[in-house]
């Protein structure tokens, strides 16, 4: 449906003179998620103001019940997403792989309440078998901005732990590199190594475990988990680094707050996430 604007307005307000079989909260829900264009540009707001001359089209107007977002939505704007993935969920597939992502899955969404023309990018990665916030641009050059200022990015996380660092609150610095495919290791400084710097504090103590909230100050591969592992107290779960337990059955590691200045506006984007249910009930247990 196409529908030239005749007087100034705000869309929602347009909308709901122009489609009264349509609710209020149906008419909302297609402007947030892609519905409804202006000049041929998808509207993002309910009180965006239109003027004389525009032609507004409502796509599906009968069938405007809005696509669900498979993953939950933390932030959303015409620029970026971030969404709660997951334990389980890869970040993005390797080449080759066949098995689901939160690339793929979110790039069908996106495509979806755009009519195709949108696509999603992956800022940054979180382990299969952890769970948290994760970064997605919806254009290259938002993309590289946010990877090219990726030091200015305060990213936090909830680790339980075997056993008890040695301090309260304390800093991991080391040098990290690849033993293995796909595997870390900290070592001397040497040519192709690369800092890592974890800090870390005590949220609580159990009998064999430990809650940490982490605190990085760089993005290594791994770089939480090789740098607790090498004081001592391997990630739950996280066989590969030499835990012996699995009391969550999935990796203890959760990306629990992200903070960053918006590549388009400048504004500090802060978001936080509650501890998972799983890690609230050990811990409640233990």
């Known amino acids: ?60 107007v009968d069938a405007a019940r809005a696509v669900e977002p498979p993953l939950p939505l933390v932030y ?29 899955v979110m790039g069908d969404y996106v495509r979806a309440i755009t009519h195709g023309r949108g696509r999603v990018y992956i800022v940054h ?10 970064l997605l641009a919806k254009n290259l050059e938002i993309k590289k901005t946010l990877q090219r200022h990726w ?3 305060e990213k936090r996380y909830f680790v339980l732990v075997e056993g008890r660092p040695p301090r309260e609150a304390g800093t991991v610095r080391g040098w990290l590199r690849e033993a293995a495919a796909q595997k870390m290791q ?6 192709g190594a690369r800092l890592a710097i974890t800090h870390y504090r005590v949220k609580k ?3 064999t475990n ?3 909230e982490v605190r990085l100050e760089t993005g290594r591969r791994n770089q939480i988990r090789v740098h607790l592992a090498s004081i001592g107290c391997p990630v739950a779960g996280d066989k590969k680094y030499g835990a012996q337990s699995d009391p ?14 918006h590549p388009i506006t400048g504004e500090t984007v802060q978001l936080e996430l509650p501890m998972p249910d799983v890690f609230r009930a050990f811990l409640r247990a233990g």
Request: hydrophobic fraction near 45%.
């Open 125 to 134: 990665r979180i382990d299969r078998s952890a769970s948290g916030l994760l």
């Open 205 to 207: 103590s159990l009998k």
């Open 248 to 261: 969550l059955r999935r990796l203890g590691l959760h990306a629990c707050f992200l903070a960053f200045p």
């Open 76 to 104: 959303d704007d015409q620029w970026l997403m971030v969404v709660d993935k997951p334990s389980g969920l890869l970040s993005i597939a390797a080449v080759g792989e066949e098995a689901p992502s939160a690339y793929d």
């Open 1 to 60: 449906m196409r529908i030239l604007v005749n007087e100034p307005c705000a869309l929602l307000e347009f909308l709901q003179r122009k489609i009264q079989s349509a609710a209020k909260t149906r008419l909302r829900k297609m402007i947030k998620y892609g519905g409804v264009t202006v000049d041929g540009a998808v509207a993002k707001r309910p009180d965006q103001a239109i003027r004389p001359g525009q032609v507004v089209e409502v796509h599906r």
């Open 210 to 212: 430990t809650l940490l």
């Open 186 to 191: 900290v070592c001397e400084r040497e040519p």
């Open 151 to 153: 030091d200015r990015v």
